[in-house]
Each structure stands twice: as C-alpha cells, then as structure tokens.
C-alpha cells in the first residue's frame, strides 16, 4: 500500500521548484557536496523528485541517473521538466518494501531532506531501503537537525492555547499537522510564492513528521536491520555552508 503522504506531494508538484523558497532547495555549495566523486557513468539514483537541481547537475556530470518517488504527481511533474533528458524517473515508495532485484542497483543514493518528511518508522524503512538499493556503495542524506521555525511557532502556539498534546509529542519530538488544526493556520510561515491555501492543504497532508538531532541520526543507522550480513555505518559528515543546521550525511554498509 502506498504511504499516504504521497497525495499532499501530488497537491505540489512542480511549484516545489518554481515557486517554493530557495532555502528549501540545496545551493550550488550543497550540490557540490552531494555530487562529490561522482562521474561518467555513475549509476545513481535520487529518491525525491523535488530535487531538480541536483538531478540537473548528477546529468551535466554523465552519471546514469534514476529518480524514484512515492508521489505520481511529482513524477510527472519531472518528467515534463526535463523533457527528453536521458534519466528514468519511476514511483516507488522508499518506505514499502523493496523488490529484491534492485538490492545494490546503485553506487550512490541522494537525497535531500527527504528524511524530515518521516516519522521515525517511516526513516528507519526509508533509510534501510536506501542502503539497500547502494549496498556496495554511499547513501548520502542531508538531514535538517532540530526544529523549523514554523514548528517553534506551532509549539508556543499551541502551548497558550492548551492544544500542544494534541499535535506534538516532546518526548519523540514528533509533530503531526494533521491534528494542529487552527494552530497550524495561524502559524503558518510563507514557502515562496506558494498559494497559502495549498500549503495548508500539503502541511495537513504531510501529516505527522519527526525532528531529528545528531543522535537520532546515529540511532536510525544502528537500527537497520542486517542487509546480506551488512550493517549501516555514518562515515561523513559535512554541514551545510548555506544551511548551518543541515548536515549531509554519509551511509555505508559494511
């Protein structure tokens, strides 16, 4: 079954990159980060259709590049940006069990915050999957450590007004915008030029998402379960130059 979340990124689409804010899209830095060592004939998959930019670079350099997204509408929405460029884009469900043909397709998995969409079992699936498809090569995954400013916002609102539990859980620090109701209206914080009343519905859609620190980062690794006697391993770390509370981390197995 699909993970539900994929209908709020069939609302998107394409304003993502056209209209949402530049701070949520890797900077020209970043993406040199993510594409460090990679070259002709790399064969790299992105999972995140969202991330055209880095899509449009991992081309320019001749890798052989496969994007996999768990929402149809922002497949389509790639597809007709990059026109006849030669990359395969495909739906798949990095958080669904994964079809035992694809275990190290890649040499390299990008992706670029895709983890702070999660819940903490929907990143501990996603992640496994990932190292999964690079079982011989690099996961490499920018992970947005503590709170966005819209969720700081949420939180004080939600603590005046006696709602707080309702949507947030200290303990997880895991916050569902589904259950936020008007906090979430009164609290909500421009994303570029993107039509207020459809990132209402997107928020809402996106459901319940966890905030990760550095430790969470550790903990998921050392929760993937043994892959063909293979453990999950941090072995990179490098912060972001444009984004000083991202840090892109490296996986590998071993």
Same mark, same amino acid.
């Given at each position: 079954?699909?993970?539900?979340? +994929?209908?709020?990124?069939? &609302?998107?689409?394409?304003?993502?990159?056209?209209?949402?804010?530049?701070?949520?899209?890797?900077?020209?830095?970043?993406?040199?980060?993510?594409?460090?060592?990679?070259?002709?004939?790399?064969?790299?998959?992105?999972?995140?259709?969202?991330?055209?930019?880095?899509?449009?670079?991992?081309?320019?350099?001749?890798?052989?590049?496969?994007?996999?997204?768990?929402?149809?509408?922002?497949?389509?929405?790639?597809?007709?940006?990059?026109?006849? =460029?030669?990359?395969?884009?495909?739906?798949?469900?990095?958080?669904?069990?994964?079809?035992?043909?694809?275990?190290?397709?890649?040499?390299?998995?990008?992706?670029?915050?895709?983890?702070?969409?999660?819940?903490?079992?929907?990143?501990?699936? +996603?992640?496994?999957?990932?190292?999964?498809?690079?079982?011989?090569?690099?996961?490499?995954?920018?992970?947005?450590?503590?709170?966005?400013?819209?969720?700081?916002?949420?939180? +004080?609102?939600?603590?005046?007004?006696?709602?707080?539990?309702?949507?947030?859980?200290?303990?997880?620090?895991? &916050?569902?915008?589904?259950?936020?109701?008007?906090?979430?209206?009164?609290?909500?914080?421009?994303?570029?030029?993107?039509?207020?009343?459809?990132?209402?519905?997107?928020?809402?859609?996106? =459901?319940?998402?966890?905030?990760?620190?550095?430790?969470?980062?550790?903990?998921?690794?050392?929760?993937?379960?043994?892959?063909?006697?293979?453990?999950?391993? &941090?072995?990179?770390?490098?912060?972001?130059?444009? =984004?000083?509370?991202?840090?892109?981390?490296?996986? &590998?197995?071993?």
């Amino acid at each position: 079954m699909l993970n539900t979340k +994929a209908d709020a990124w069939d &609302i998107i689409g394409s304003l993502f990159w056209e209209q949402g804010r530049q701070s949520a899209k890797p900077s020209q830095p970043e993406l040199e980060l993510f594409t460090k060592g990679i070259g002709e004939g790399s064969r790299v998959c992105v999972v995140g259709a969202s991330t055209k930019d880095l899509v449009d670079m991992l081309l320019d350099r001749g890798a052989e590049v496969t994007v996999y997204d768990f929402s149809q509408g922002m497949c389509s929405s790639l597809e007709q940006a990059m026109g006849t =460029a030669p990359v395969t884009i495909r739906q798949l469900d990095i958080t669904a069990p994964l079809d035992d043909e694809l275990t190290g397709s890649y040499d390299y998995v990008l992706n670029d915050r895709l983890i702070n969409r999660f819940t903490w079992a929907e990143a501990k699936s +996603a992640l496994m999957n990932m190292c999964t498809l690079a079982h011989d090569g690099e996961v490499r995954a920018s992970i947005k450590l503590g709170h966005y400013p819209m969720d700081l916002r949420m939180i +004080a609102m939600g603590e005046e007004r006696g709602t707080l539990a309702s949507f947030y859980d200290r303990e997880t620090r895991t &916050i569902d915008f589904s259950r936020a109701g008007t906090v979430l209206d009164d609290a909500l914080l421009p994303h570029g030029d993107i039509d207020p009343a459809l990132l209402l519905e997107w928020y809402r859609g996106r =459901a319940a998402e966890k905030r990760f620190e550095d430790e969470d980062v550790v903990s998921l690794a050392t929760a993937i379960a043994p892959t063909n006697g293979k453990n999950a391993y &941090i072995v990179g770390r490098d912060t972001f130059a444009d =984004a000083g509370d991202t840090t892109l981390f490296t996986f &590998i197995m071993h």
